[in-house]
């Protein structure tokens, strides 16, 4: 087992810059923040991220002069916090709500820039004292003299090395993966209306990759275009939206763009929602977009697919120590080619749960538990899934140490059999909260994650994590993070799936520009190494400049 002398290099040399240099950019102290904050999953990531993403620490947006009672607040750390959650650090005002805007379903905003860029608003850019540089110019654009039609530019640079010691858990040599994002878009407000439209490619190159998934190569993807109309009356806010866009409006274990990999995860459709001070509703329905790797023409809505339903949200507490938000939650999710064990058929799974997250004092917390139940292939689903995450800030001060733990349980069984399929899965989420290289899912899997954060100049953040998984159902199989089993697996006795350490470092450089490193180390358990999988290393690291 060996890490690339290339990959490692530059990933330890990344490392080494973030801890020694930490200070050279500090922002304002997070401290000064009503209720301290914590990092959520990876996300993240796939955030996490995910999972659901957010931040280890969150500084002081530059503008703000006190603290702001409606400030977003992250879940809980689910595990090593993803750079996609940390990267929110800068100072735009988020589009006027009426429902709390860091809880409204449109997106982690955590200071300016979200994972979803149609979600930020930048009104505030229309004071020429605000800007700073060229770039704050391109975020408020007028085209009258009234400023009720304008239009905002952004975009993302990020570069990117995955290092692996063996591939899939498998003897194969070391894969080395260098992975360029580029996005571009442009939000066209005229009035109540805006049109929103997204560009990106996706560049893949290196060592032993194999054959590259559109996830990671995409010459050109139109990756969201959408038309909006929204307003309020009175205090009751009021929207709809069609086109393609991405959708985050639930538990990130559960829907996420997945901002771990290179092109987002969209969707296709309608969304409608309403809202007001402490209620709001939101419903949709969409078709997934299949992902193609030439250009604009073969990235299209997968008529062999449907997601839709209802989310909604009630404000248990909003107050400037504690913010508390209850999310109910109805889906119902069709697919005409799923596998199941050794079937392929058509699948209606639905989805009901909620979601309770937010923070009180220095506890954030992020729980979800839900039931899923349907058809596939002729036969009933009946499974359980939860998730259950919580960090405590030790010390709001100096490094600000806070420790965590997650539990994360996806109910298995039944896919080889012939009765009632107890197998869980998600909509489109990520997995890199199971593990950074893709060894796991959540399906049929239950693990523990303890962890601890500690920041120690204002703009860095570094967690480490262990990690204990254990199979649910000894009679199905062990998944991989693509949702795949592991071959064989379903006929070996046994719950222990396997143990990893995970670390990760995160540097905010400046409000735009980021610098990540992330590393694990994944030893499988007695099942998977009876079916011959090995030790491995991961590291990877990352560059991201949004504007």
């Known amino acids: 087992m060996r890490i690339s002398r290339s990959g490692f290099a530059i990933g330890a040399s990344l490392l080494s810059i973030v801890i020694a240099s930490g200070t050279a950019h500090a922002a304002p102290d997070a401290s000064a923040l009503a209720s301290a ?50 990267e929110q650090r800068s100072p735009a005002n988020p589009s006027v709500r009426t429902y709390p805007r860091q809880a409204d379903g449109h997106g982690v905003m955590l200071g300016g820039y979200n994972m979803s860029r149609w979600a930020e608003d ?55 993966e260098e992975q360029t994002r580029l996005v571009g878009g442009a939000d066209v407000h005229i009035g109540p209306v805006r049109f929103y439209g997204e560009l990106a490619h996706g560049g893949l190159s290196g060592y032993n990759y194999g054959v590259a998934p559109a996830k990671s190569r995409d010459a050109l993807i139109a990756q969201q275009f959408f038309g909006e109309i929204s307003g309020t009356i009175g205090t009751f806010g009021l929207g709809v939206r069609y086109g393609r866009q991405e959708f985050t409006d639930g538990p990130s274990n559960l829907v996420s763009q997945k901002d771990n990999n290179t092109i987002h995860t969209s969707v296709q459709g309608l969304r409608t929602w309403g809202q007001t001070g402490n209620v709001r509703a939101d419903f949709f329905d969409f078709k997934q977009v299949t992902l193609g790797t030439q250009g604009l023409s073969d990235d299209v809505a997968d008529d062999k697919t449907r997601f839709s339903g209802a989310t909604f949200g009630l404000v248990l507490a909003n107050s400037k120590t504690r913010k508390l938000f209850f999310d109910p939650f109805a889906w119902r999710e069709r697919n005409d080619s799923l596998k199941w064990g050794r079937v392929t058929g058509r699948e209606v799974r639905n989805y009901y749960g909620a979601r309770l997250w937010g923070s009180l004092d220095q506890l954030t917390l992020d729980w979800t538990v839900d039931h899923q139940s349907g058809s596939f292939a002729g036969r009933d689903i009946s499974a359980w899934n939860a998730f259950i995450a919580q960090t405590y800030v030790i010390n709001p001060k100096n490094w600000k140490p806070k420790v965590g733990i997650h539990f994360d349980f996806g109910e298995g069984g039944g896919s080889y059999g012939t009765g009632t399929i107890h197998v869980a899965k998600a909509p489109f989420a990520g997995t890199i909260a199971y593990s950074y290289q893709g060894a796991l899912n959540f399906t049929n899997l239950f693990q523990a994650s303890p962890n601890f954060t500690v920041s120690p100049f204002k703009t860095l ?87």
């Open 37 to 86: 904050p914590a990092a959520n999953t990876l996300p993240t990531s796939e955030a996490g991220s995910a999972k659901p993403t957010a931040v280890a620490s969150v500084a002081k947006p530059a503008q703000q002069a006190s603290v702001d009672p409606n400030r977003p607040v992250p879940p809980a750390q689910r595990s090593t916090p993803p750079s996609e959650s940390t």
């Open 461 to 547: 953040d570094v967690t480490t994590e262990y990690q204990h998984s254990w199979r649910v159902s000894p009679h199905d199989a062990i998944y991989r993070g693509a949702g795949t089993p592991y071959t064989g697996s379903e006929t070996l006795p046994g719950s222990n799936v396997g143990d990893a350490i995970r670390l990760q470092a995160t540097w905010k450089v400046t409000r735009r520009l980021s610098v990540v490193g992330r590393y694990e180390y994944f030893i499988p358990g007695p099942i998977l190494d009876q079916l011959g999988y090995v030790n491995s290393h991961y590291l990877a690291s990352w560059i991201s400049y949004r504007f």
């Open 122 to 176: 930048w009104r505030m850019m229309r004071d020429s004292k605000k800007r700073k540089d060229i770039l704050d110019r391109l975020k408020y654009i007028p085209i009258d003299d009234a400023g009720k039609i304008y239009v905002t530019l952004s975009g993302e640079v990020r570069y990117r090395l995955n290092d692996y010691s063996e591939p899939n858990l498998v003897k194969s040599g070391y894969r080395l």
